[in-house]
């Protein structure tokens, strides 16, 4: 589970895209199998989105501790014969998370250096 202050409006039309803490989110109910992912209602745009949109585990169909390890061994260098072989899970489920994960990581990568390190909030290095 994330604090709400991790995650921004997703809809690209609002003001406040991409704006994290910005006050403007709040939790509102669930969605998914089992109810268990939340549901991020923003205020600005009045629009709402599954807590997963905009990270890799969007769309993906693996429960979230496997998607985890799958990620974690991929960021660790394994290849993804490895990884499907480590955590169980077909090659083309990697290859698919692969794909998924690479423009978000590019994405992260660019906000964070984007920012100075001693921005609010941001870990001091
Ligand atoms: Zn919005």
Same mark, same amino acid.
């Given at each position: 589970m994330h604090p709400l202050e991790h995650f921004c409006c997703q809809n690209k039309d609002c003001p406040d895209h991409g704006h994290r803490a910005k006050g403007n989110l709040y939790f509102r109910g669930w969605s998914g199998k089992n109810r268990r992912i939340r549901m991020v209602y923003c205020r600005t745009c009045k629009r709402s989105f599954s807590e997963r949109k905009g990270t890799?585990?969007?769309?993906?169909?693996?429960?979230?501790?496997?998607?985890?390890?799958?990620?974690?061994?991929?960021?660790?260098?394994?290849? #993804?014969?490895? #990884?499907?072989?480590?955590?169980?899970?077909?090659?083309?489920?990697?290859?698919?998370?692969?794909?998924?994960?690479?423009?978000?990581?590019?994405?992260?990568?660019?906000?964070?250096?984007?920012f100075s390190p001693r921005d609010a909030g941001g870990p001091t290095r």
């Open positions: 890799p585990l969007e769309g993906g169909r693996l429960p979230e501790d496997k998607a985890v390890a799958l990620l974690a061994h991929l960021r660790e260098g394994c290849g #993804t014969r490895a #990884t499907s072989r480590l955590v169980h899970v077909d090659k083309n489920t990697v290859t698919r998370y692969v794909r998924l994960a690479g423009p978000h990581a590019q994405a992260l990568h660019h906000e964070k250096v984007a």
